[in-house]
Every structure is written in C-alpha cells, then in structure tokens.
C-alpha cells in the first residue's frame, strides 16, 4: 500500500503511527523529541518517544510521516460559547457594554433551536480545524429544552470532546443581570437522559451565572443543583470593572460556596485576597486573554493565579471579536505577562507555561487532565501536527508554537484516535455545504434581530 492510500479514508484505524514528528509531549516525564514516533492503538497513546519508528505497514496500521511537523497535544479552548461561530467578528469593535448590548442582548434572543444545531455543530469544526481537540461550550441560550438537545447533538456531530456547560436562557435581561431566576429544571432532564456518562465524549457541566449574573440566592440554589448532579460548576467572575462591585469570590466565600469543582473564567479584577481564597479552596481558573485586554477587563489574572499556585487553562470566549484558535490566546498570554511583569512584578512566565495553559493546564480545569492535555501513553489519543510555513527555520518549537504559528499550520487532528484533519483540510465534511448553511444561519440570525454587521456599511 502506498502512503496516498494508507492516508485515505480518514477516520478510525486500528492503529496510527505517527513518524519522523518533533514531538513536544507536554508531560515532564516523557519529555520532548527532536524527531521520533508516536503509537496510537485505538482512542489510545500507546507509545511516544520511539527512536527509528519500525516499519509497520502492515494490516490496519495507517502511517503519518510528520517530517518537518511538530506534534503535540491537542489543544484544549477552557471556554468559548460556541453558540456565536455564526457571528464571527461581528462585535470586533466592541468594549464589554456594547458587546452585551449586542451579541447577548440583540442576537441570543433569535436563536431557535436549529439555529443553534448548525452553530454548535459548525462552531466545534471551526475549532478542530484549529487544532482545539476539547472545548468547554459555555452555552448561554438554552430558551427551550429543544435548544439543549440541539446544541448537544451540534457538538456530538462534530465529533469533537467537548464538555457541554448547560447554562439558561438569553431571551430577556432577567437571565442574565442580577437575576432572581433559578437555573431551568431542564438541567436535571439533561443530566439523566443526554449527558450521563462522565467517560464519553461530550460530557457535562453547568455554565452558572454566579454573583455577577445573579443574585447570591440563586448562586446558592443553582450551585446546589450542580452539586446535585456531579457537575463542574464554571462561572465569570472578575470581569473588569463591571465586575469589581459584585465582589463574587467574597460573597460565594461568605456562603461556603467555593470548592475544588469551581472554574473561574477571567478573573482580571478579583483582589489577590479573593485569588488566594480560590487557591485555598482548590478552584480552577481559565483566562481569554485576547478579549480579556480587547475588551478592558485589565490584565489577564493568570500570572496572579501562578503565584497562588493554580495554573490557568486558556480560551477563545467569543469569536466575535476573536479568531477560532487558541494561537492568539498564547501570545497574547506571553505579551501580557510579559509587560505585567515589568510594570507589577508579577511571576516570569516561559512560552513553555503558556502552551502548558493551552494543553495540560487547560485538560486540568476543565476536569480532563487523566485524559486529554498531553501525549502520555495510556492517555486519549488527541494529538495536533503542526506545518510550519514554507521558508521557516525551526530554532524554537515552543515559541514557534506560541508565538508564531496560526490555524494555516494545522496540518492533522487527531481526536481519541480518529483523524479529523489530515493534509491540511478536516475530513468527512462537505466544506461548500457547511459554508453556506453557516452564512444563511447567520442571514436568518441577522434578519430576526436586525443586526447590521460592519460590513452592512460597505457600498
Ligand atoms: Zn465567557
């Protein structure tokens, strides 16, 4: 069999090899390869690290040759609400006001539930096809329990692992500011009929408003439930200077509500006070740095974390007003702390700890670090080859990684054994179709809230 043909027919093998890669584990223990191999046996990493890769070609052994390539885990996006992959850079512009005037304020209320399939389905392509192997979908309008199996099958579609994070309704401010309404029961239904193994693919959390979003009694009440059901609880705290007032941390803190199955996303304006209090309780945090600054929420609240001894995973957030991957993310990660660092003294970080953020630490907050996050035998077989650009010297693989590499370097996507991306091009989709579902989802989308893109003042 030749190459070409072992290559065809992406998808599930028996085995994978991959041969020739610069692999970059992510895992201090296996450690980091100028040019070997890596076995994968079904879902499963079996081997990294192999010298002169043996020549197996036979039976169901389908061969990667990743000359020139740099292998790594895949990437894990900590948070982004998946549901927006129709509104891409619609609120580029936009500070953290105008984009809830529009984006949660005009556009979430118009998604019905089929809307919401094609933009959760497509919305997860979008991140494989950059090399995002886990996302957390923090999935903020559920109106219906319509909309919650269709943004579920969206994911389940896509074939990507992804941790659902049921959230509520966005149909009106009362979900969403100071609310006094408790989290749909809806969750209960989903929890014990759609999402009840922790061990599949698409599993599950909750998406919780907390303090800034609602009132400390529905925190409280919510959190419960979410306790109820086994869940990850993940909740915006820290958003800037809206979120100063809340004091969130202080408030969960004085109710007992911190806990080791809390994610805090942002955090840029919590008090080192409120960071330590986190750190005591064994919280998780996630930082989206790019929008975080973007948006004027203050510096990203990683390097903080660092000094508490929690380390940060890393997301996307909102792809309107930020790209798909997780490689603007990185360095805008570097570049903050860097300055940060300078100007406040805060820990030195490597471009090492950010792609740890973007991997291993991001497989740890979201509560998949025993599966995902690094190439560790016995560990899923979510792997990324990276193509540098024609004319690159490679000097650096992990500050090529962090620093200078974009989606168009996302060569092959491997998740729990199955190719998703091979030569470049994601497999088993009919691009030209999706292209056009996605752009007269975002049509209808706009025609409904009368939504009027920056491009609408093109002539
Ligand atoms: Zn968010």
Redesign the pocket.
């Known amino acids: 069999m030749s190459q070409s043909e072992a290559l065809e027919g992406a998808g599930k093998s028996a085995r994978i090899l991959i041969r020739n890669a610069t692999i970059l584990s992510m895992d201090t223990a296996v450690g980091n390869f100028q040019r070997a191999s890596i076995l994968v046996e079904g879902d499963q990493i079996m081997a990294v690290g192999l010298g002169t890769a043996p020549d197996i070609e036979f039976g169901s052994t389908q061969v990667i040759d990743a000359e020139g390539m740099i292998a790594l885990p895949g990437f894990i996006d900590a948070?982004r609400?998946v549901w927006q992959s129709p509104l891409s850079m619609a609120a580029a512009d936009a500070d953290l006001n105008s984009y809830f005037a529009a984006v949660p304020g005009k556009l979430a209320p118009v998604y019905e539930a089929d809307d919401l399939r094609t933009a959760n389905h497509i919305g997860a392509l979008q991140a494989l096809n950059a090399g995002v192997t886990t996302i957390f979908d923090?999935c903020h309008v559920l109106h219906s329990p319509a909309h919650a199996d269709a943004a579920i099958e969206g994911l389940l579609d896509s074939g990507i692992r992804a941790i659902f994070g049921y959230g509520f309704p966005n149909t009106e401010t009362a979900w969403s500011m100071d609310s006094e309404r408790p989290v749909p029961n809806d969750i209960r239904r989903v929890r014990r009929e759609r999402l009840t193994s922790d061990d599949a693919l698409v599993t599950m959390a909750m998406a919780a408003r907390g303090p800034e979003q609602s009132t400390i009694e529905v925190t409280k009440h919510d959190m419960g439930v979410a306790r109820d059901l086994d869940l990850l609880i993940s909740l915006?705290a820290g958003n800037g200077a809206f979120g100063l007032p809340y004091r969130s941390v202080e408030r969960m803190y004085e109710e007992e509500l911190l806990g080791a199955d809390v994610q805090y996303?942002?955090c840029n304006s919590l008090t080192d006070e409120s960071i330590q209090r986190i750190a005591d309780s064994g919280g998780r945090m996630v930082s989206?740095p790019a929008i975080e600054m973007q948006m004027q929420f203050g510096y990203p609240a990683s390097t903080r974390f660092l000094a508490a001894g929690i380390r940060p995973g890393l997301?996307a957030?909102?792809v309107t007003s930020t790209g798909c991957s997780l490689f603007p993310q990185m360095a805008s990660a570097f570049q903050a702390a860097r300055l940060q660092e300078l100007e406040q003294g805060t820990p030195e970080i490597s471009t090492y700890d950010v792609l740890s953020f973007a991997t291993v630490d991001g497989a740890e907050s979201v509560g998949l670090a025993s599966k995902t996050g690094s190439l560790t035998p016995g560990k899923q077989a979510d792997i990324v080859l990276l193509r540098p650009p024609a004319l690159t010297v490679m000097n650096d693989p992990i500050g090529f990684t962090v620093l200078g590499a974009s989606t168009d370097c996302v060569d092959t996507v491997v998740v729990a054994g199955e190719i998703k991306k091979r030569d470049g091009a994601l497999c088993g989709i009919e691009a030209g179709q999706l292209q056009m579902t996605l752009e007269s989802c975002r049509d209808r989308l706009f025609e409904r809230s009368g939504f009027q893109p920056p491009s609408s003042s093109f002539r």
Request: glycine residues 10%; charged residues 10%.
């Open positions: 948070h609400h923090w915006h996303v942002h989206t997301g957030d909102v």
